[in-house]
Structures are given as structure tokens and as C-alpha cells.
């Protein structure tokens, strides 16, 4: 059964289109959680499934002009945000200026994942939904309502404190 | 760290959840009413045959116990000192012509109203509904009828169909 058929189905109550979307969409919506959530990924788990339950709360409204994934991402991005807010106000209130990284010890280099879970949350979702998932400026503008030029900035700002981080050449 | 996107291309997307997971968001969505609730195979193959019983139930009973259409009307008058049989001896007659004969009730003496007065002075006192095929049927279970013995008139008519 093709997408669209499974979310008519899942629209009408029925489980088993609902599984079937979870068994398509959960694994890269968990780790996407995971990794928006840095610090917290803990939290993605309930992060998940107050996602789906969202998206089936809300379900009527999808009008197919993204794909469910994106539309899926774009409701996983307010969870995130919400969470954040809750146990971590601070940290989602900050910009990338008021945001001091702690320092890693000397001749010590941090992995990737790592790395990017310390960065800053608007700085994540570029850099998470860009590079990682493969999400388009345009795209990225929709889901997290800013328009290209900002995520075109965030993720090079992103790329550049990921290099801080790691310890590779700048532009 | 050369090429950024390259380099985070080739991490981990996807991880998969807890087991647990779909379960607790499926109950979560069937207490909002989001998700019917899904039943055992077992238990969908029993409703299944439930479903076919029932559909398939007025066919059975239809062609079982067809309701008999009665095409003949079969008057009973009792002429003026007229003995008559037993109601039991009637009945029993009918029961006996089954399935010819499918209905019939025996009519008070007392008239409820009458437009105008009667002619006759044979009472109509009762009838059967005769389920026949045609006219020559009819007519044989008339004059088998037991009124006719006790010196009843009878009257055969066709029902207007």
C-alpha cells in the first residue's frame, strides 16, 4: 500500500496503517529526536510518541503539500522546542553569542555526534535537518518558519562551531 | 573535518525505538479515540462468520418458512338453524390441509356496523385463506371444507393479488 493510502487509513482509526507508518518513519524520527534533544535524548522516547500522537490529532489538516516525513520532522522540531523550553530554558533562550561552550580538555577531540549535541538548538536543526536528513533551505524555512537566507546562515555558522569543536580547517 | 556535509552524511539516521514504543503511543491513541482498536485474527474470523450467518439468515429462513400467500378466500355462512361442527373439528381440518390451507378465523355473531342492513339470512360466520395454485385446487379443498357436511354454505373467491 502506497503512502497515501496508509495515511487515509491511519486518518480513519486504523491501526495497522498506523503501524506500518511507524515502522517507515520512527527509526529516523527517534534519532532525530535524539539528536535535536542533545543533552536531553533521553527525553525522545516521550518526544516520539507525543509526535505521533499529534500527528494523529492533527492528521485532518495534512494537506500532502510536503511529504508526511517532512510534515512528521516539522512536528518532531515544536516537540523538541517545547521540551527544551521545559527543561532547559535557558538553553534554548540563548544565541549562539551568549552561548559559551565549555572547553574540551586539551589534545582531546570530540566525535561528531558529540558535537553536535553541544551545539546551539537553532544551530542543531540546521545543521541536523541540512546535513544530516538532507532537508533543502526551503524546506528548513518551512519546518522551522524562518526564511532561506536564515538557514542558509545558521548552517554555516553550525558548520563553522562544529569545526571548533572537532578540530578541522575553516572556510 | 574537509567536507561538513560529507562528514555527517555518513552518521547514524536512523535508530530504532524502544520496542515498547508503538504499543504505549497505539494505547495512547485508542484512549483518544484516534485508533480503533485491533481485534485477534482469531477473533475477526469469528465475527467474519457471524457476519456471513447473518446476512445469509433471511435467504434460509425466507425459503424455510416462506410466508404462505393466500390467493383464495373461502366464506363460511351459516344458514338459519344451522347445527355446525366443533371450532376444534375445523381446525383440525385446516391442519390436516396445510400448507393449501394457511389461515383462518371464525367471526362473531355480533355485527360491529353495517352500512345498511343485510339481505341475506345467512350469517357469515367465518373463512379460511387457501393458498392455491389454481381455481380446480381451491375448489377441491372448498368441498372438503367440513362446514359443507353440517349443511354450511360455502363461497370460494379469488383475493385480487
Known amino acids: 500500500m502506497d503512502e497515501r493510502k496508509l495515511v487515509a487509513a491511519f486518518l480513519e482509526g486504523e491501526e495497522r496503517a498506523f503501524r506500518a507508518l511507524y515502522d517507515l518513519h520512527a527509526p529516523s524520527l527517534y534519532a532525530f529526536l535524539s539528536r535535536l534533544l542533545g543533552r536531553h535524548k533521553h527525553e525522545a522516547d516521550d518526544a516520539l510518541q507525543d509526535v505521533w500522537l499529534r500527528a494523529a490529532r492533527d492528521l485532518g489538516r495534512f494537506r500532502g503539500q510536503s511529504s508526511f516525513r517532512t510534515w512528521l520532522f516539522g512536528i518532531a522540531v515544536n516537540r523538541c522546542r517545547e521540551i527544551l523550553r521545559l527543561v532547559s530554558p535557558l538553553e534554548s533562550e540563548l544565541n549562539e553569542d551568549d552561548l559559551r561552550t565549555e572547553p574540551e580538555p586539551v589534545g582531546e577531540r570530540i566525535d561528531l555526534e558529540r558535537a553536535i549535541a553541544r551545539l546551539p538548538l537553532r544551530f542543531r536543526e540546521a545543521v541536523v535537518l541540512h546535513d544530516v536528513y538532507q532537508h533543502t533551505h526551503a524546506e528548513i524555512a518551512v519546518l522551522l518558519q524562518i526564511d532561506e537566507g536564515t538557514s542558509k546562515s545558521n548552517l554555516s555558522r553550525a558548520r563553522a562551531r562544529l569545526r571548533d569543536f572537532i578540530g578541522g580547517p575553516h572556510d | ?161
Open chain 2, 1 to 161: 573535518m574537509t567536507d561538513d556535509s560529507n562528514d555527517l552524511r555518513g552518521i547514524r539516521r536512523e535508530t530504532t525505538p524502544p520496542d515498547r514504543t508503538v504499543d504505549a503511543i497505539a494505547k495512547r491513541l485508542r484512549r483518544e479515540g484516534l485508533l480503533r482498536r485491533r481485534l485477534p485474527r482469531r477473533v475477526w474470523l469469528l465475527a467474519a462468520a457471524i457476519a456471513m450467518i447473518l446476512v445469509a439468515t433471511p435467504f434460509i429462513v425466507n425459503h424455510e418458512q416462506k410466508t404462505p400467500q393466500p390467493r383464495y378466500i373461502l366464506l363460511l355462512y351459516e344458514p338459519a338453524g344451522f347445527a355446525g361442527g366443533s371450532r376444534a373439528e375445523y381446525a383440525h381440518w385446516a391442519h390436516q390441509m396445510s400448507p393449501l390451507v394457511v389461515g383462518g378465523e371464525e367471526l362473531s355473531n355480533d355485527v360491529v356496523m353495517a352500512s345498511s342492513p343485510t339481505r341475506s339470512n345467512e350469517h357469515l360466520t367465518g373463512y379460511f385463506l387457501i393458498d392455491a395454485r389454481d381455481d380446480a385446487t381451491a375448489e377441491r379443498v372448498a368441498r372438503n371444507c367440513p362446514h359443507l357436511r353440517h349443511g354450511g354454505v360455502v363461497v370460494l373467491r379469488r383475493i385480487v393479488l
